[in-house]
C-alpha cells in the first residue's frame, strides 16, 4: 500500500503585485534582461535601466495554452510517452494606476499628445497643426522647463505642457522607448515635425 502525499494549500505571501515593463531593444533586435545573477536585486522602488514600474495591478493570472500530446505505439495504441506539440501561454492583468504607458500596453496601440489647434487649422484625423513650438533652453529638467525671455507669456497657470524632440524626416524605428514608432516614408506621417 502506499502513501499519497498532499500538498498543503497555498499560503498567500503578498497582498499587492507591481508591472515592471521594459521596452524591446530595437538597435540590438533583442527584449531587456533582467539577469539576478550579473545585476543583483530588482529594486522595486528604483529599479534597473531600462526597466520602468508600472505600478500595482490586480486579477494577475497566467494561462498556459501548451498542448500535450501523447505518442502512441504498438497495435493496442499503448501511450508510449507524451510531447509538447506548441508552447504558448497567455498573462492578463488589471491596472490600479492608470497613465499613457498603461493606456498604450493596454489597448495594444500608439499613444499620441493631443496638442493644442491653430485656430486656423483644418481638422485632421490625427490632430491637425498645432499652435506653434517655443524653444525649451539648456538647463531644462523633468522639474522645471526653462523658456526664452516672453516665450512664458504663451502659457496659463494649469495649462498642460507637452515637450518633445522634433521629427527630422528620418525612416525605420523614430523616437525612443515606449514612445518610438516606425516610419517607412516621411509622406505617411505628412511630414509633421511633432510626430514623435
Known sequence: MSNVVVRPAMVAVSRRVRAYFAPFDRTANRPAIFDPGKHGAFL????????IDLGEIEKFQRTSGTEVQAMIAGTTGTPAGQFRRALDAKVEFEFREWGKLQMALAGGSEHMNVLALDPDASARPSGGIPVGAVGVLDG???????LGAGAVDAFAVGDMVAVDLDYAQQ????GTGVASAYVKDP???QRDRDYV
Open 44 to 51: 522595486l522602488d528604483a529599479p534597473p535601466s531600462p526597466w
Open 140 to 146: 531644462s529638467t523633468t522639474n522645471e522647463i526653462v
Open 171 to 174: 525612416t525605420g524605428w523614430v
Open 187 to 189: 509622406a505617411d506621417v
